[in-house]
Antibody, heavy 125, light 108 residues
């Protein structure tokens, strides 16, 4: 079964760090780009970060709201993606989802075909 | 950034009726548009990609149409399990990927 399982969420004070993990199963992890999204309580969906496959350089992209504070990475040997979150702010409080990103019509176009169940991050003093 | 809007914010529909949800992009996204369904306490689920292609395992009562800036998700005959929030998302000129604010489909 194709699945993604997030872990590493929790309660953390503002200014501190947290690392989220996304463990994949049921597909060839190295063949897929991956993203992190988040959803604040009662709010809509927000894209956070994206990482390409090694075949496309493993390059990364970030939302403006997290650029310089968050870092995405992947370990294809373990089928795990990570989101390192530093200098956390109260507004980072959300459920964080990782996604498998499927190439659309060309390698620039990706849609999110598999979502994990999410892990909750609460930033509060 | 491309701004996505959705209408209506809430749609009240009786089981068995047709539901039509709209999504608009602030600039053309070609056909690079996806629809997701989210139920309370659950992760989003991909319904449609490429504006009109149903994802694997999605029932035929879900259909998508449109291109450019105007898109529609139609649920031909609402089942009890279809009451949820529906989001559209573009993946054309990114980053960032952006979503609409969602349409909540609830029971009339």
């Amino acid at each position: 079964e194709v699945q993604l399982v997030e872990s590493g969420g929790g309660l953390v004070k503002p200014g501190r760090s947290l690392r989220l993990s996304c463990t994949a199963a049921g597909f060839t992890f190295s063949d897929y780009a991956l993203s992190w999204f988040r959803q604040a309580p009662g709010k809509g969906l927000e894209w956070v970060s994206f990482i390409r496959t090694k075949a496309y350089g493993g390059t990364t992209e970030y939302a403006a709201s997290v650029k310089g504070r968050f870092s995405i990475s992947r370990d294809d040997s373990k089928s795990i993606a990570y989101l390192q979150m530093n200098s956390l702010k109260t507004e980072d409080t959300a459920v964080y989802y990782c996604t498998r990103d499927h190439e659309g019509a060309a390698n620039y176009y990706y849609y999110m075909d598999v979502w994990g169940k999410g892990t909750t991050v609460t930033v509060s003093s | 950034d491309i701004v996505m809007t959705q209408s209506p914010a809430t749609l009240s529909v009786s089981p068995g009726e047709r539901a039509t949800l709209s999504c608009r992009a602030s600039q053309s996204v070609s056909s690079n548009l996806a629809w997701y369904q989210q139920k309370p306490g659950q992760a989003p689920r991909l319904l449609i990609h490429g504006a009109s292609t149903r994802a694997t395992g999605i029932p035929a009562r879900f259909s998508g149409s449109g291109s450019g800036t105007e898109f529609t998700l139609t649920i031909s005959s609402l089942q009890s399990e279809d009451f949820a929030v529906y989001y559209c998302q573009h993946y054309n000129n990114w980053p960032p990927f952006t979503f609409g604010p969602g349409t909540k489909v609830d029971i009339k």
